[in-house]
């Protein structure tokens, strides 16, 4: 495996268990542009955000998310969530 998927799986499990840190989910979305995976990059960027409060970022990250990823996937319905909170904040 890559480097880029080492730290993704190591980010991953740190964001499980800690999801309010937003340096952690800042270095998953560097990761998945590594991949060239904006989607996911997108997905991360805006759970970077909310958990700062910067909810026209993370309202602009989400929509990027949830137009690129699979819809009604697991990651799709929380992009979809972060872009209605974010939206409405």
């Known amino acids: 495996a890559s480097r880029a998927d080492e ?11 800690e999801s309010d840190n937003g340096f952690s989910w800042h270095q998953l979305a560097l990761a998945y542009n590594l991949k060239d995976d904006t989607a996911m990059a ?32 697991p990651e799709w319905f929380r992009a979809q969530d972060l872009y209605l909170v974010a939206r409405n904040a």
Do not use: W, Y
């Open 42 to 73: 997108a997905l991360a960027a805006a759970e970077r955000f909310t958990v700062a409060g910067r909810a026209p970022e993370a309202a602009r990250q989400a929509k990027i998310a949830v137009d690129k990823l699979k819809p009604q996937s």
């Open 7 to 17: 730290a993704i799986a190591n980010l991953r499990a740190a964001n499980e268990m």
